[in-house]
């Protein structure tokens, strides 16, 4: 468990567009050894699910919080 919590800590000492770029390269280079890799195809039709998944809930989240910023007495209205 130790050994775990370092190797999440060094990951997320690491700065986000370096692990952009190094996801991106690994892509790059899987794609070039393995084009023909079903199992690859998995992992990217099961991101892009979960993003169908969560993006209506975050545009309702945000519009929400928009809305509720611009007119506080809107959601109160509402309640009536």
């Known amino acids: 468990m130790k050994t ?10 690491i ?9 991106l390269a690994v892509g790059v280079v899987l794609a070039l050894v393995a084009p023909g890799a079903g199992w690859v195809a998995e992992f990217g039709n099961l991101f ?3 993003l169908k998944g969560i993006a209506p809930v975050l ?7 928009a809305t509720h910023r611009v007119l ?3 959601t109160a209205a509402l309640a009536r």
Request: overall charge positive.
């Open 72 to 74: 506080p007495g809107w």
């Open 48 to 50: 892009v699910g979960a």
């Open 59 to 65: 545009v309702f989240v945000i519009v929400a919080s």
């Open 4 to 13: 775990l919590k370092a190797a999440v800590a060094k990951y997320n000492s």
């Open 15 to 23: 700065s986000l567009i370096l692990r952009i770029l190094v996801g």
